[in-house]
């Protein structure tokens, strides 16, 4: 079977039964190529007793246009090979640098808007036409942690006949195009069906909620709501008929998810944009509604999240001869960027069929900054995502 790409505003892949997918090779006969450059070998953090393994691989280079032009924003879509087959994805996480190596981040004026990576084998549990997004990160750059340290015996099942496809939004905030590398960092157990029986590793279903819905046709990105003279609603077109967008609003996947299957929740990821404050994932019970995981978002928490932007003071001088002249007067204004959000790991929560359930995302841009659109000066779209692990049956 194989998922092709769909280029929505932030890219899908729509579910095609029709043809086939090609295998990918094993760890150990792994060629880069397409997108990939470079394959570094890493220490193992977990299950050494298992013969793991850990690759960072970096995918590029991938250039940004100029902030002036389609405001600094570019989408790749490519596919790439599983970085093993017959494994188990422990830990997985996202990270930007130039082509130098050096590190790429708000205060360099280059971001990780998003990076989503699909297997194309797989539909969705949520949406049947999109496939299993197994692994998604903002700016932010959250692990997915899915063996929690170590602590759990858990994974991703990578099998033979897995095919991935990559998607990737970088965003520049400077006035020249740059190049850009992302890297994976993948770490993995080997021998996945051997390690399966004989030592209890779970496999892991990635479970996608999103405010845009469970399919997303349009994609994940939700236009600021507009306050008219009676209410703020949510708006495609901010800023039309004479409104302004809203300062702090909540967005709810509507309607939720109604699950098909039982499962125990191993780890609830949140993604949201600047100017968010949490993102609720809500269990919708009979007569109440339980909010299961408050994913927080910090800011600033690190330099790489910071940066000054010089503000220019013109100041004129006393009319009187001797003081006939003016000078600059220079400060600067400090934008403080989301750098993390929290996750919810190992909570006892459970999955039960017929179930439903929703996100809730919460914004309030007096609290922290949005970002703005370089076209308009309105603030962007924003996001409000969770990907969950789950053990089903379970």
């Not at 195009?177 to 209890?200: G, K, L, Q, T």
Request: proline share 6%; hydrophobic share 40%.
């Amino acid at each position: 079977m194989k998922l092709t790409w769909f280029r929505a505003v932030t890219g899908f892949l729509l579910y095609d039964p029709a043809s086939e997918s090609s295998p990918a090779p094993p760890a150990q006969h792994l060629v880069c190529s397409d997108k990939c450059i470079s394959v570094e070998i890493l220490q193992p953090r977990f299950f050494p007793e298992l013969q793991s393994q850990r690759l960072k691989i970096r995918y590029g280079p991938l250039t940004a246009p100029s902030a002036h032009d389609n405001g600094g924003m570019a989408s790749f879509y490519f596919p790439i090979q599983p970085p093993c087959t017959d494994c188990l994805l422990t830990h997985i996480q996202a990270d930007l640098e130039y082509a130098n190596g050096s590190y790429a981040n708000v205060n360099t004026g280059l971001s990780l808007h998003h990076v989503v990576i699909g297997n194309l084998r797989l539909p969705s549990v949520t949406c049947p036409y999109v496939p299993e997004r197994l692994f998604a990160s903002g700016n932010e750059r959250t692990p997915a942690n899915i063996c929690l340290n170590g602590t759990q015996k858990a994974g991703y099942h990578i099998s033979d006949n897995d095919s991935f496809q990559f998607l990737a939004e970088l965003m520049n905030e400077v006035h020249e195009e740059r190049a850009a590398v992302i890297s994976i960092d993948w770490e993995f157990v080997p021998s996945a069906a051997a390690v399966m029986a004989s030592s209890a590793f779970a496999s892991v279903t990635p479970l996608w909620l999103d405010i845009a819905g469970t399919c997303g046709e349009n994609g994940s990105e939700v236009a600021v709501p507009i306050i008219t003279n009676t209410t703020a609603t949510s708006n495609t077109s901010t800023g039309a008929m004479g409104g302004t967008p809203a300062d702090a609003f909540s967005l709810v996947m509507d309607p939720p998810w109604t699950s098909n299957f039982s499962a125990k929740v191993l780890l609830a990821l949140g993604h949201l944009h600047d100017g968010g404050i949490d993102l609720q994932v809500i269990a919708k019970e009979t007569n109440k509604d339980a909010v299961v995981c408050n994913s927080v978002a910090g800011y600033g928490e690190s330099a790489g999240y910071v940066v000054d932007h010089p503000v220019h003071h013109h100041d004129c001088g006393d009319d009187d001869d001797d003081h006939d002249h003016d000078h600059e007067s220079q400060h600067f204004t400090t934008e403080i960027a989301l750098s993390s959000m929290s996750s919810c790991a190992a909570s006892g929560v459970r999955i039960k069929a017929g179930e439903k359930w929703s996100v809730q995302a919460n914004y309030n841009f007096t609290q922290h900054a949005a970002t703005h659109s370089h076209e308009d000066g309105m603030p962007a779209p924003v996001m409000g995502i969770t990907l969950m692990y789950v053990v089903k049956n379970s």
